[in-house]
Protein backbone atom coordinates (compact mmCIF):
# COMPACT_ATOMS: atom_id res chain seq x y z
CA UNK A 1 0.00 0.00 0.00
CA UNK A 2 1.12 3.46 -0.57
CA UNK A 3 0.38 6.41 1.55
CA UNK A 4 1.47 9.96 1.24
CA UNK A 5 2.62 9.81 4.98
CA UNK A 6 3.13 6.79 7.22
CA UNK A 7 3.96 7.31 10.95
CA UNK A 8 5.20 4.77 13.32
CA UNK A 9 3.47 4.95 16.91
CA UNK A 10 0.27 5.76 17.93
CA UNK A 11 1.27 7.18 20.85
CA UNK A 12 0.08 11.59 21.46
CA UNK A 13 2.81 12.74 19.11
CA UNK A 14 1.92 10.24 16.13
CA UNK A 15 -1.53 10.38 16.98
CA UNK A 16 -1.72 14.35 16.95
CA UNK A 17 0.32 13.88 13.48
CA UNK A 18 -1.81 11.85 11.79
CA UNK A 19 -4.85 13.56 12.89
CA UNK A 20 -3.01 17.37 11.42
CA UNK A 21 -2.12 15.53 7.78
CA UNK A 22 -5.26 13.32 7.79
CA UNK A 23 -7.13 16.95 7.84
CA UNK A 24 -5.30 18.58 5.56
CA UNK A 25 -6.60 15.46 3.24
CA UNK A 26 -3.25 13.56 3.19
CA UNK A 27 -3.14 9.51 2.83
CA UNK A 28 -1.95 8.75 5.94
CA UNK A 29 -1.47 5.22 7.79
CA UNK A 30 -0.56 4.94 11.89
CA UNK A 31 1.23 2.00 12.88
CA UNK A 32 0.53 1.34 16.28
CA UNK A 33 2.12 -2.36 17.92
CA UNK A 34 -0.09 -2.23 21.08
CA UNK A 35 -3.69 -3.03 21.16
CA UNK A 36 -5.28 -0.36 22.65
CA UNK A 37 -6.50 0.24 25.63
CA UNK A 38 -2.98 0.48 26.93
CA UNK A 39 -1.71 1.38 30.29
CA UNK A 40 1.54 3.73 30.18
CA UNK A 41 4.14 4.78 32.39
CA UNK A 42 3.16 8.62 32.70
CA UNK A 43 1.95 10.98 35.42
CA UNK A 44 -0.93 11.91 32.92
CA UNK A 45 -0.95 15.38 33.63
CA UNK A 46 -1.92 17.71 30.69
CA UNK A 47 -0.37 21.17 30.92
CA UNK A 48 -3.19 23.98 30.15
CA UNK A 49 -2.20 25.79 26.87
CA UNK A 50 -2.79 21.80 25.60
CA UNK A 51 -6.80 22.43 25.72
CA UNK A 52 -6.87 24.66 23.14
CA UNK A 53 -4.89 22.49 20.71
CA UNK A 54 -6.66 19.62 21.64
CA UNK A 55 -9.84 21.50 20.56
CA UNK A 56 -8.11 21.91 17.42
CA UNK A 57 -7.25 18.00 17.02
CA UNK A 58 -10.88 16.90 17.79
CA UNK A 59 -10.97 15.73 21.61
CA UNK A 60 -11.28 18.75 23.51
CA UNK A 61 -14.58 18.33 24.29
CA UNK A 62 -14.05 14.81 25.32
CA UNK A 63 -10.87 15.46 27.42
CA UNK A 64 -12.83 17.91 29.06
CA UNK A 65 -15.37 15.48 30.03
CA UNK A 66 -13.04 12.71 31.20
CA UNK A 67 -10.28 14.46 32.91
CA UNK A 68 -9.84 14.44 36.30
CA UNK A 69 -10.21 17.78 38.42
CA UNK A 70 -8.47 21.24 37.68
CA UNK A 71 -5.01 21.78 39.62
CA UNK A 72 -4.85 24.78 40.75
CA UNK A 73 -1.79 24.04 42.77
CA UNK A 74 1.56 22.89 43.01
CA UNK A 75 3.47 21.51 46.03
CA UNK A 76 6.94 20.14 47.03
CA UNK A 77 7.05 16.98 49.03
CA UNK A 78 10.30 16.62 50.53
CA UNK A 79 11.78 15.82 54.06
CA UNK A 80 9.15 17.59 56.22
CA UNK A 81 5.46 19.78 55.55
CA UNK A 82 4.76 20.22 51.79
CA UNK A 83 5.35 23.82 50.52
CA UNK A 84 2.61 24.74 48.00
CA UNK A 85 2.26 27.43 45.25
CA UNK A 86 -0.43 28.30 42.76
CA UNK A 87 -0.11 26.91 39.43
CA UNK A 88 0.39 29.33 36.36
CA UNK A 89 -3.76 29.32 34.32
CA UNK A 90 -3.81 29.00 30.81
CA UNK A 91 -5.98 31.04 28.38
CA UNK A 92 -9.36 32.24 29.36
CA UNK A 93 -8.22 30.71 33.38
CA UNK A 94 -7.81 27.12 31.97
CA UNK A 95 -5.75 24.67 34.41
CA UNK A 96 -4.41 21.53 33.58
CA UNK A 97 -5.61 18.33 33.99
CA UNK A 98 -5.29 15.14 33.94
CA UNK A 99 -6.63 11.92 32.17
CA UNK A 100 -5.37 8.19 31.71
CA UNK A 101 -3.30 7.71 29.35
CA UNK A 102 -5.43 4.43 28.51
CA UNK A 103 -8.61 6.70 27.78
CA UNK A 104 -6.34 9.96 26.17
CA UNK A 105 -4.44 7.61 23.85
CA UNK A 106 -7.41 5.95 22.70
CA UNK A 107 -9.43 9.40 22.18
CA UNK A 108 -6.45 10.54 19.79
CA UNK A 109 -6.29 7.33 18.01
CA UNK A 110 -9.77 6.97 16.87
CA UNK A 111 -9.69 10.77 16.12
CA UNK A 112 -7.02 10.37 14.03
CA UNK A 113 -9.18 7.36 12.15
CA UNK A 114 -12.17 9.77 12.21
CA UNK A 115 -10.08 12.23 10.50
CA UNK A 116 -9.84 10.00 7.39
CA UNK A 117 -5.89 8.50 8.61
CA UNK A 118 -5.70 4.32 8.06
CA UNK A 119 -4.89 3.03 11.63
CA UNK A 120 -2.96 -0.66 11.34
CA UNK A 121 -2.80 -1.99 14.38
CA UNK A 122 -2.00 -3.93 16.65
CA UNK A 123 1.52 -3.63 13.89
CA UNK A 124 4.73 -3.40 14.92
CA UNK A 125 7.14 -1.65 11.93
CA UNK A 126 10.66 -3.38 12.01
CA UNK A 127 12.01 -2.00 9.33
CA UNK A 128 12.71 1.25 7.28
CA UNK A 129 14.56 1.30 4.08
CA UNK A 130 14.47 4.14 1.19
CA UNK A 131 13.31 3.21 -1.87
CA UNK A 132 13.74 5.66 -4.52
CA UNK A 133 11.84 8.48 -3.75
CA UNK A 134 9.45 6.45 -0.73
CA UNK A 135 10.64 5.02 2.15
CA UNK A 136 8.92 0.98 2.87
CA UNK A 137 8.41 0.20 6.24
CA UNK A 138 8.44 -3.47 6.79
CA UNK A 139 5.33 -3.88 9.46
CA UNK A 140 4.51 -7.20 11.27
CA UNK A 141 2.58 -8.86 13.37
CA UNK A 142 2.05 -12.88 14.84
CA UNK A 143 4.07 -14.02 11.66
CA UNK A 144 2.34 -12.04 8.92
CA UNK A 145 3.91 -8.99 7.04
CA UNK A 146 3.08 -6.25 4.91
CA UNK A 147 5.21 -3.26 3.39
CA UNK A 148 4.28 -0.07 3.23
CA UNK A 149 5.56 2.91 1.02
CA UNK A 150 5.24 6.45 1.62
CA UNK A 151 7.39 9.65 0.61
CA UNK A 152 7.31 11.22 4.11
CA UNK A 153 8.01 8.83 6.69
CA UNK A 154 7.71 10.11 10.86
CA UNK A 155 8.93 8.11 13.67
CA UNK A 156 6.70 8.63 16.62
CA UNK A 157 7.10 5.36 18.31
CA UNK A 158 8.49 6.84 21.89
CA UNK A 159 12.22 6.71 22.83
CA UNK A 160 12.49 3.54 25.59
CA UNK A 161 12.61 0.75 23.69
CA UNK A 162 14.91 -0.91 21.50
CA UNK A 163 14.62 -1.82 18.01
CA UNK A 164 16.19 -2.20 14.43
CA UNK A 165 14.74 1.27 12.64
CA UNK A 166 16.91 4.09 12.34
CA UNK A 167 15.11 5.93 14.82
CA UNK A 168 15.41 3.68 17.72
CA UNK A 169 18.12 3.68 20.45
CA UNK A 170 20.38 1.06 20.63
CA UNK A 171 20.65 0.82 24.33
CA UNK A 172 23.99 1.12 26.71
CA UNK A 173 22.62 0.57 30.49
CA UNK A 174 24.73 3.05 32.97
CA UNK A 175 24.22 3.15 36.84
CA UNK A 176 23.03 6.90 36.29
CA UNK A 177 19.97 5.99 33.87
CA UNK A 178 16.86 6.78 35.18
CA UNK A 179 13.71 3.87 35.02
CA UNK A 180 10.32 5.05 35.51
CA UNK A 181 7.29 3.57 37.47
CA UNK A 182 3.89 4.55 37.99
CA UNK A 183 0.79 3.20 39.66
CA UNK A 184 -3.14 4.16 39.87
CA UNK A 185 -4.56 4.60 43.49
CA UNK A 186 -7.99 4.38 44.96
CA UNK A 187 -8.96 6.43 48.22
CA UNK A 188 -6.23 8.89 48.62
CA UNK A 189 -6.30 11.84 49.98
CA UNK A 190 -4.88 14.36 47.88
CA UNK A 191 -6.34 17.30 47.40
CA UNK A 192 -7.94 17.42 44.58
CA UNK A 193 -6.20 20.28 43.14
CA UNK A 194 -3.53 19.79 43.94
CA UNK A 195 0.45 18.44 41.93
CA UNK A 196 3.07 17.75 44.85
CA UNK A 197 6.23 16.93 43.05
CA UNK A 198 7.98 14.62 45.18
CA UNK A 199 11.95 14.93 46.07
CA UNK A 200 14.17 11.61 47.52
CA UNK A 201 17.31 10.46 47.51
CA UNK A 202 17.97 9.45 43.81
CA UNK A 203 14.96 10.18 41.80
CA UNK A 204 11.64 12.40 41.32
CA UNK A 205 8.49 12.26 40.98
CA UNK A 206 4.62 13.17 41.03
CA UNK A 207 1.22 12.71 42.02
CA UNK A 208 -2.32 14.11 40.89
CA UNK A 209 -5.76 12.72 40.36
CA UNK A 210 -6.93 11.55 37.17
CA UNK A 211 -9.86 10.13 35.73
CA UNK A 212 -12.72 7.84 37.15
CA UNK A 213 -11.90 8.62 40.95
CA UNK A 214 -7.90 7.20 39.70
CA UNK A 215 -4.84 8.92 41.49
CA UNK A 216 -1.55 8.66 39.50
CA UNK A 217 1.75 8.10 41.11
CA UNK A 218 4.57 8.21 38.99
CA UNK A 219 8.61 8.55 39.31
CA UNK A 220 11.77 8.39 37.74
CA UNK A 221 14.77 6.90 39.86
CA UNK A 222 18.74 6.49 39.30
CA UNK A 223 19.37 2.75 38.19
CA UNK A 224 22.05 2.71 40.79
CA UNK A 225 19.75 4.06 43.35
CA UNK A 226 17.15 1.18 42.05
CA UNK A 227 19.23 -1.80 43.29
CA UNK A 228 20.39 -0.22 46.68
CA UNK A 229 16.03 0.21 47.28
CA UNK A 230 15.80 -3.14 46.00
CA UNK A 231 18.64 -4.74 48.20
CA UNK A 232 17.18 -3.34 50.90
CA UNK A 233 13.57 -3.91 50.61
CA UNK A 234 14.74 -7.92 49.33
CA UNK A 235 11.75 -9.76 47.99
CA UNK A 236 9.04 -7.05 47.39
CA UNK A 237 8.34 -6.13 43.70
CA UNK A 238 10.44 -3.59 42.26
CA UNK A 239 7.56 -0.58 42.02
CA UNK A 240 6.97 -1.67 45.76
CA UNK A 241 10.22 -1.07 47.14
CA UNK A 242 10.27 2.11 45.19
CA UNK A 243 7.11 3.19 46.94
CA UNK A 244 8.59 2.45 50.58
CA UNK A 245 11.94 4.60 49.71
CA UNK A 246 9.65 7.23 48.62
CA UNK A 247 7.36 7.53 51.53
CA UNK A 248 10.47 6.93 53.55
CA UNK A 249 11.81 10.55 52.56
CA UNK A 250 8.49 12.50 51.79
CA UNK A 251 6.24 12.06 55.09
CA UNK A 252 3.55 13.56 53.16
CA UNK A 253 3.15 10.69 50.74
CA UNK A 254 2.74 8.43 53.89
CA UNK A 255 -0.35 10.70 54.76
CA UNK A 256 -1.75 10.97 51.22
CA UNK A 257 -1.92 7.00 51.43
CA UNK A 258 -2.82 5.72 54.05
CA UNK A 259 -5.91 4.83 53.10
CA UNK A 260 -5.54 4.28 49.48
CA UNK A 261 -5.57 0.91 47.39
CA UNK A 262 -3.29 -0.07 44.15
CA UNK A 263 -5.64 -0.16 41.60
CA UNK A 264 -3.97 -2.56 38.77
CA UNK A 265 0.00 -3.08 39.71
CA UNK A 266 3.19 -1.09 39.33
CA UNK A 267 4.19 -0.24 35.57
CA UNK A 268 7.92 0.36 34.33
CA UNK A 269 9.75 1.55 31.89
CA UNK A 270 12.58 3.01 31.20
CA UNK A 271 15.73 4.32 31.06
CA UNK A 272 14.43 7.51 29.85
CA UNK A 273 16.29 9.69 27.56
CA UNK A 274 16.36 13.29 28.17
CA UNK A 275 17.63 14.94 25.63
CA UNK A 276 17.26 16.90 22.17
CA UNK A 277 17.49 14.95 19.16
CA UNK A 278 17.63 15.16 15.71
CA UNK A 279 14.19 16.50 14.15
CA UNK A 280 15.10 15.34 10.66
CA UNK A 281 17.88 12.93 10.18
CA UNK A 282 18.48 10.52 7.56
CA UNK A 283 15.21 11.79 5.86
CA UNK A 284 12.46 10.72 8.72
CA UNK A 285 10.91 12.96 10.80
CA UNK A 286 10.99 13.08 14.59
CA UNK A 287 7.98 14.01 17.00
CA UNK A 288 7.69 13.23 20.50
CA UNK A 289 10.08 12.15 22.20
CA UNK A 290 12.36 10.48 19.79
CA UNK A 291 12.68 13.95 18.94
CA UNK A 292 13.72 15.28 22.28
CA UNK A 293 12.02 14.13 25.77
CA UNK A 294 12.23 16.10 29.11
CA UNK A 295 12.56 14.79 32.18
CA UNK A 296 9.40 14.23 33.83
CA UNK A 297 9.91 16.06 36.57
CA UNK A 298 8.33 18.88 34.86
CA UNK A 299 5.35 16.88 33.28
CA UNK A 300 5.49 18.16 29.44
CA UNK A 301 6.28 14.78 27.61
CA UNK A 302 2.38 14.86 26.73
CA UNK A 303 2.61 18.89 25.52
CA UNK A 304 5.84 18.12 23.70
CA UNK A 305 4.25 14.83 21.69
CA UNK A 306 0.93 16.47 21.28
CA UNK A 307 3.25 20.18 19.66
CA UNK A 308 5.39 18.86 17.70
CA UNK A 309 3.32 16.41 15.81
CA UNK A 310 0.99 19.72 15.44
CA UNK A 311 4.40 21.86 13.97
CA UNK A 312 5.99 19.18 12.01
CA UNK A 313 2.26 18.90 10.43
CA UNK A 314 2.11 22.68 9.69
CA UNK A 315 5.85 22.93 7.94
CA UNK A 316 4.37 19.45 5.52
CA UNK A 317 1.52 21.99 5.11
CA UNK A 318 3.80 24.62 3.88
CA UNK A 319 5.68 23.24 0.87
CA UNK A 320 4.70 22.66 -2.20
CA UNK A 321 5.44 18.84 -2.49
CA UNK A 322 6.81 16.29 -0.91
CA UNK A 323 9.79 15.58 -2.89
CA UNK A 324 13.30 14.88 -1.41
CA UNK A 325 13.82 18.78 -1.69
CA UNK A 326 10.30 19.22 -0.33
CA UNK A 327 10.84 17.26 2.98
CA UNK A 328 14.17 18.86 3.34
CA UNK A 329 13.00 22.18 3.86
CA UNK A 330 9.88 21.07 6.11
CA UNK A 331 12.71 19.26 8.04
CA UNK A 332 14.65 22.90 8.24
CA UNK A 333 11.80 25.10 9.11
CA UNK A 334 10.11 22.06 11.52
CA UNK A 335 13.54 21.87 13.38
CA UNK A 336 13.65 25.71 13.61
CA UNK A 337 9.82 25.43 15.48
CA UNK A 338 10.77 22.61 17.66
CA UNK A 339 14.13 24.67 18.93
CA UNK A 340 11.87 27.53 19.57
CA UNK A 341 9.57 25.65 21.26
CA UNK A 342 11.15 22.87 23.31
CA UNK A 343 14.74 23.75 24.45
CA UNK A 344 14.06 25.93 27.64
CA UNK A 345 11.82 23.16 28.85
CA UNK A 346 13.67 20.53 28.40
CA UNK A 347 17.04 22.78 30.74
CA UNK A 348 14.78 23.44 33.41
CA UNK A 349 13.60 20.04 33.66
CA UNK A 350 17.24 18.75 33.67
CA UNK A 351 18.11 21.34 36.12
CA UNK A 352 15.62 20.28 38.96
CA UNK A 353 16.28 16.40 37.68
CA UNK A 354 19.90 16.99 39.11
CA UNK A 355 18.96 18.88 42.10
CA UNK A 356 15.94 16.75 43.18
CA UNK A 357 17.71 13.37 42.58
CA UNK A 358 20.95 14.61 44.30
CA UNK A 359 22.12 13.05 48.21
CA UNK A 360 21.13 16.21 49.62
CA UNK A 361 19.46 17.49 47.03
CA UNK A 362 15.79 17.27 48.26
CA UNK A 363 16.76 18.77 51.58
CA UNK A 364 18.61 21.63 49.79
CA UNK A 365 15.12 22.45 47.25
CA UNK A 366 12.90 22.30 50.68
CA UNK A 367 14.70 24.80 51.91
CA UNK A 368 15.16 27.52 48.70
CA UNK A 369 11.23 26.28 47.62
CA UNK A 370 10.74 27.53 51.77
CA UNK A 371 12.33 30.67 51.41
CA UNK A 372 10.69 31.13 48.03
CA UNK A 373 7.51 29.25 47.37
CA UNK A 374 6.90 31.57 44.23
CA UNK A 375 10.44 29.30 42.84
CA UNK A 376 7.88 26.22 42.32
CA UNK A 377 5.40 28.84 39.68
CA UNK A 378 8.17 30.36 38.39
CA UNK A 379 9.32 26.69 37.47
CA UNK A 380 6.42 25.93 36.09
CA UNK A 381 5.87 28.84 33.92
CA UNK A 382 9.69 28.42 32.40
CA UNK A 383 8.90 24.18 31.79
CA UNK A 384 6.11 25.73 29.12
CA UNK A 385 3.15 25.42 30.94
CA UNK A 386 1.13 28.20 29.49
CA UNK A 387 3.38 28.59 26.47
CA UNK A 388 1.55 29.74 23.20
CA UNK A 389 1.58 27.09 20.35
CA UNK A 390 2.49 28.70 16.86
CA UNK A 391 -1.17 28.01 14.80
CA UNK A 392 -3.21 27.79 17.99
CA UNK A 393 -5.63 30.50 19.10
C1 LIG B 1 7.53 8.51 35.21
C2 LIG B 1 7.03 9.37 34.10
C3 LIG B 1 6.04 10.31 34.34
C4 LIG B 1 5.57 11.12 33.31
N1 LIG B 1 4.58 12.02 33.58
C5 LIG B 1 4.14 12.84 32.62
C6 LIG B 1 3.09 13.77 32.89
O1 LIG B 1 2.50 13.82 33.98
N2 LIG B 1 2.72 14.61 31.89
C7 LIG B 1 3.33 14.59 30.68
O2 LIG B 1 2.98 15.42 29.82
N3 LIG B 1 4.29 13.69 30.37
C8 LIG B 1 4.71 12.81 31.32
N4 LIG B 1 5.66 11.87 31.01
C9 LIG B 1 6.23 11.84 29.65
C10 LIG B 1 5.28 11.19 28.64
O3 LIG B 1 4.82 9.94 29.12
C11 LIG B 1 5.99 10.98 27.29
O4 LIG B 1 6.78 12.08 26.99
C12 LIG B 1 4.97 10.77 26.17
O5 LIG B 1 4.32 9.54 26.34
C13 LIG B 1 5.66 10.79 24.80
O6 LIG B 1 4.70 10.57 23.80
P1 LIG B 1 5.13 9.94 22.39
O7 LIG B 1 3.92 9.94 21.55
O8 LIG B 1 6.36 10.58 21.92
O9 LIG B 1 5.56 8.44 22.74
P2 LIG B 1 4.77 7.28 23.45
O10 LIG B 1 3.68 7.81 24.31
O11 LIG B 1 5.82 6.43 24.08
O12 LIG B 1 4.07 6.50 22.27
C14 LIG B 1 4.82 5.73 21.38
C15 LIG B 1 3.91 4.66 20.78
O13 LIG B 1 4.64 4.00 19.76
C16 LIG B 1 4.37 2.62 19.82
N5 LIG B 1 5.51 1.93 19.19
C17 LIG B 1 6.78 1.85 19.66
N6 LIG B 1 7.54 1.17 18.78
C18 LIG B 1 6.75 0.84 17.74
C19 LIG B 1 6.96 0.13 16.53
N7 LIG B 1 8.17 -0.34 16.19
N8 LIG B 1 5.92 -0.05 15.69
C20 LIG B 1 4.67 0.43 16.01
N9 LIG B 1 4.42 1.10 17.15
C21 LIG B 1 5.45 1.31 18.00
C22 LIG B 1 4.22 2.33 21.31
O14 LIG B 1 3.46 1.16 21.53
C23 LIG B 1 3.50 3.60 21.79
O15 LIG B 1 2.10 3.46 21.78
C24 LIG B 1 6.12 11.00 32.02
C25 LIG B 1 7.10 10.05 31.76
C26 LIG B 1 7.56 9.24 32.79
C27 LIG B 1 8.63 8.22 32.53
Same mark, same amino acid.
Do not use: M, Y
Given at each position: MRYDAIIIGGGPSGAATAIALASQGRAVAIV?????? =???????? /?????? %?LLDR??? *????RDLA @??????? &????? *??GIEAPMPRGRGDAFGRALGRDVLDGLLLEAAASAGATVLQPWQ??? %?? !?? *???? &??? /?? =???? !? !???????? /??? #?????? @?????QPKRQHLPSDFLGFKAHFRGSALASDLMPLLAFPGGYGGMVWADQGRMSLSCCIR =???????? &?THRGLPAGEAVLRHIVAACPEVAEVLRNATLDGGWQAAGPIRP *? /????YAHDIFSVGNVAGESHPIIAEGISMALQSGWLLAAELARVADWS??? =???AGQRYAVA? #??????RILTASMLAGLASRPLGAGLMRRFVGAFPASLFLGAQLSGKISPIPGVA
Open positions: EKSPFP =RNKVCGEF /ISPVNL %ALGV *GERV @GPEIRRL &ALFAA *GPASV %AV !RD *GDDT &AIG /IE =RSGE !R !RTLLAPVL /IAA #HGSWEL @GGLPS =RDQLDAVR &A *G /IRDCRAG =RQLW #HKQFPL
